[in-house]
């Protein structure tokens, strides 16, 4: 469950997302250079598999290779220039790019080491096997350098060799890491530069095709996006990812989230809050007090007292409401008072929606209180009636008219009607569709 404390400030550019430690500090090993006698004596590329080293390279090399051995790393830097102005084949290009990269280990010095880890992958002679790890190497390297572009480049790469590796966390425990956990990174190369829409649509396709493929997405993609965009208060990117927790992972946690990014991130007023929390209590999201004490504002004891009246007592024997409070106390009396003539007026409210000169605004008060009685049947034939009526707030109408028939068990029903909501209701409606699918589907 998320903390909702969003951050107003800018965020800081470095990730804490994986808190991964970076392992470039250690030395990828130097390229022995036993030329055969053949790679002495030519130049051209040899083609029987053996490495195929330039005579002057090998000089240049050597010379540079005895200063490391003697602990001069600083002298086999100064070398390096002349090592790299040797390079003739992609042999030599290679086994520049690990002494160059060997150096700046040794050294501290990143750059050299990106520009050695860039010459290795570039020579086309790395070892296959060592390829992925090659490529997320640069990838660290970049990142720590701030250069965004070729970090996700040289990531991608990494991704698309399937590498893996073991990871080493703040907290000090170790994991294996695969493609997967680097396309979340891939996300955060993005987050780390505050371009937050790139971020969002790099997730946004790569949950796409997993559905697309019908296979699983990964939680932490979806529950990622949704705690940068809550943090972030990017409100439309929080409420797709909150939408897109409930599809793939649906629970009291994920259902909690989703309904409370869009109570904390939107404008809604009563109505819109009123069938938000109606949804809220049938997916045990009603968290806290503030959340009873809220419904019973937006239904009012006044307008719904039978709804109310549920509410109030699902507060107390849920321990978030005291029926000693002055508040809880009021909103109970005066529904229990109301109840009585309540529901003594429906009979007369149903026959007047139903004349043939029923306005919109009659259908839907008596599609109100019958929805507010649970009565679904009743209330769905009502809404019915109002939305063909002019001047009928439309999506009010259909989303309530949804709702009447998601809990009759009518769910292609109630999903046909929520798909025709829109607006500023349209994110309420995506959720109560989720319910409806979620409410017939085969328990597993």
Not at 139 to 160: C, F, H, P, T, V
């Amino acid at each position: 469950m998320f903390a909702f404390t969003r951050n107003t400030s800018r965020r800081p550019g470095a990730s804490a997302a994986l808190a991964l430690a970076l392992m470039c500090g250690s030395a990828l090993g130097m390229v022995a250079l036993e030329a055969p006698a053949a790679a002495q004596k030519k130049k051209k590329e040899d083609t029987s598999g053996k490495p195929n080293y330039s005579k002057g390279f090998i000089a240049a090399y050597t010379a540079a290779e005895a200063l490391t051995k003697s602990g001069d790393n600083q002298g086999a830097k100064a070398q390096v220039p002349t090592v790299l102005a040797a390079i003739e084949t992609d042999d030599d290009r290679n086994a520049a790019g690990g002494l160059v990269f060997n150096l700046g280990a040794a050294l501290s010095d990143q750059a050299l080491q990106m520009q050695g880890v860039e010459m290795m992958i570039a020579s086309g002679k790395t070892d296959p096997a060592k390829l992925g790890q090659f490529n997320y190497i640069a990838y660290q390297l970049a990142s720590q350098a701030g250069n965004a572009e070729s970090a996700r480049k040289y990531l991608a790469s990494a991704i698309d060799l399937g590498h893996t590796f073991e990871g080493k966390l703040t907290d000090g425990t170790t994991r294996t890491f695969g493609p997967d956990d680097m396309r979340g990174m891939m996300a955060e190369t993005y987050f780390d530069a505050e371009n937050y829409a790139g971020g969002f649509d790099y997730l946004r396709q790569q949950i796409a095709q997993r559905v697309a493929a019908g296979q699983p997405v990964p939680q932490s993609w979806i529950t990622r996006g949704l705690s940068v965009a809550y943090t972030n208060g990017q409100a439309d990117s929080a409420v797709e990812f909150g939408t897109l927790f409930v599809r793939h992972f649906p629970s009291d946690t994920s259902w909690g989230d989703a309904i409370a990014i869009q109570r904390n991130m939107v404008d809604y007023d009563a109505q819109h809050t009123l069938d938000l929390l109606r949804l809220a209590a049938r997916t045990n999201a009603l968290r806290d007090t503030r959340s009873y004490v809220d419904y019973i504002e937006a239904a009012d004891p006044r307008r719904l007292p039978g709804e109310v009246k549920r509410v109030v007592e699902a507060g107390v024997s849920s321990g978030k409401l005291t029926s000693g409070d002055v508040f809880v106390n009021e909103a109970s009396t005066i529904a229990n008072a109301r109840i009585a003539a309540d529901r003594a007026d429906m009979p007369a409210l149903e026959r007047d929606a139903m004349k043939p000169g029923s306005t919109a605004l009659t259908a839907t008060a008596a599609g109100d209180a019958f929805l507010s009685y649970q009565d679904w049947a009743k209330a769905e034939a009502m809404y019915s009636i109002a939305a063909t009526k002019p001047g009928a707030d439309l999506g009010r109408v259909l989303t309530r008219l949804g709702i009447a028939q998601a809990e009759q068990g009518k769910t292609a029903e109630a999903i046909e009607t929520f798909a025709k909501v829109d607006g500023s209701r349209k994110n309420i409606a995506d959720l109560w569709t989720l319910y409806a699918q979620q409410k017939s589907a085969p328990a597993t």
